[in-house]
């Protein structure tokens, strides 16, 4: 699988994905809401846009849809409950459904409720040569988690998280629709002050004087997401002190719920 992350300089961090399979050069885009620079990309790399996949319903996702599909006749793909809320839908994707690029590159849909309901995370389940790959829009971040402002729900949104991406590989990558990380890195070591993998990625991040192209994995993000950590001693000791109220022994759930809401105003 060819992997094409292309960041749009909005106020946003959005990124858009080209995904190609090596032996056709056949590729969807994923999410491409600056059309023109999507499809440059893609003419620059030689690959032929065949589908348009949307992870959810946001413009900020879906913006570029008709003109890419207008420029490639791609095909597009979205969540099966999303055809009222994104235009001319041509696939719904339910659990477990495929999206074939090329002849070697399979995507899995995942049905990933939370920041919306109407949310898919495509999973490549990696080969001999390859790691599992997870693109996953609006769901999980780089160090944190999508917000559920806009059709969304945090209880479904942690349901998510502890029936399927808390089960994945350590060895997945990870491919978010938007770059929170400083911020996101920032949240964590609020939480967790002794969260020495959190400093020193921080201070990494930091550094960097071009634009990131950082790819995360689910075992870094075991160690570095706050989201991920929700029996962190340290966490749970900051949480009692802030909210007396906070039970004595928290259930991973209860932790997570504390964490979003604390994030919305963070």
Same mark, same amino acid.
């Given at each position: 699988?060819?992997?094409?992350?292309?960041?749009?300089?909005?106020?946003?961090?959005?990124?858009?994905?080209?995904?190609?399979?090596?032996?056709?050069?056949?590729?969807?885009?994923?999410?491409?809401?600056?059309?023109?620079?999507?499809?440059?990309?893609?003419?620059?790399?030689?690959?032929?846009?065949?589908?348009?996949?949307?992870?959810?319903?946001?413009? !900020?996702?879906?913006?570029?849809?008709?003109?890419?599909?207008?420029?490639?006749?791609?095909? @597009? #793909?979205?969540?099966?409950?999303?055809?009222?809320?994104?235009?001319?839908?041509?696939?719904? @994707?339910?659990?477990?459904?495929?999206?074939?690029?090329?002849?070697?590159?399979?995507?899995?849909?995942? !049905?990933?409720?939370?920041?919306?309901?109407?949310?898919? %995370?495509?999973?490549?389940?990696?080969?001999?040569?390859?790691?599992?790959?997870?693109? %996953?829009?609006?769901?999980?971040?780089?160090?944190?988690?999508?917000?559920?402002?806009?059709?969304?729900?945090?209880?479904?949104? #942690?349901?998510?998280?502890?029936?399927?991406?808390?089960?994945?590989?350590?060895?997945?990558?990870?491919?978010?629709?938007? !770059?929170?990380?400083?911020?996101?890195?920032?949240?964590?070591?609020?939480?967790?002050? !002794?969260?020495?993998?959190?400093?020193?990625?921080?201070?990494?991040?930091?550094?960097?004087?071009?634009?990131?192209?950082?790819?995360?994995?689910?075992?870094?993000?075991?160690?570095?997401?706050?989201?991920?950590?929700?029996?962190?001693?340290?966490?749970?000791?900051? @949480?009692?002190?802030?909210?007396?109220?906070? *039970?004595?022994? *928290?259930?991973?759930?209860?932790?997570?719920?504390?964490?979003?809401?604390?994030?919305?105003?963070?």
């Amino acid at each position: 699988m060819l992997v094409e992350q292309i960041p749009v300089h909005n106020s946003l961090r959005n990124y858009m994905y080209l995904i190609a399979c090596p032996e056709t050069l056949e590729a969807v885009a994923i999410d491409p809401l600056d059309h023109a620079v999507c499809l440059a990309r893609g003419s620059e790399l030689g690959w032929q846009i065949r589908g348009v996949i949307n992870t959810h319903e946001h413009y !900020d996702h879906t913006g570029g849809n008709a003109d890419v599909i207008a420029a490639t006749g791609a095909t @597009l #793909y979205a969540h099966h409950n999303a055809a009222d809320k994104i235009d001319n839908v041509d696939v719904g @994707l339910k659990a477990g459904d495929a999206v074939q690029v090329g002849s070697s590159v399979r995507l899995i849909s995942m !049905d990933t409720p939370g920041h919306t309901f109407c949310h898919t %995370c495509l999973y490549f389940e990696g080969d001999k040569e390859q790691a599992p790959a997870l693109f %996953c829009g609006d769901t999980l971040f780089n160090a944190g988690v999508g917000n559920c402002h806009n059709g969304g729900d945090p209880q479904t949104m #942690y349901r998510t998280f502890a029936d399927q991406l808390f089960l994945l590989p350590d060895h997945t990558r990870i491919y978010p629709g938007h !770059d929170y990380i400083v911020n996101n890195l920032q949240f964590t070591i609020s939480r967790e002050s !002794d969260n020495q993998a959190a400093i020193s990625l921080l201070a990494a991040m930091q550094q960097w004087t071009h634009e990131p192209h950082f790819i995360s994995n689910i075992a870094l993000e075991r160690s570095v997401n706050t989201f991920f950590r929700l029996d962190s001693v340290t966490m749970i000791r900051i @949480l009692q002190q802030q909210f007396p109220d906070f *039970p004595p022994q *928290p259930s991973a759930q209860q932790v997570f719920l504390k964490l979003r809401e604390l994030r919305n105003s963070w």
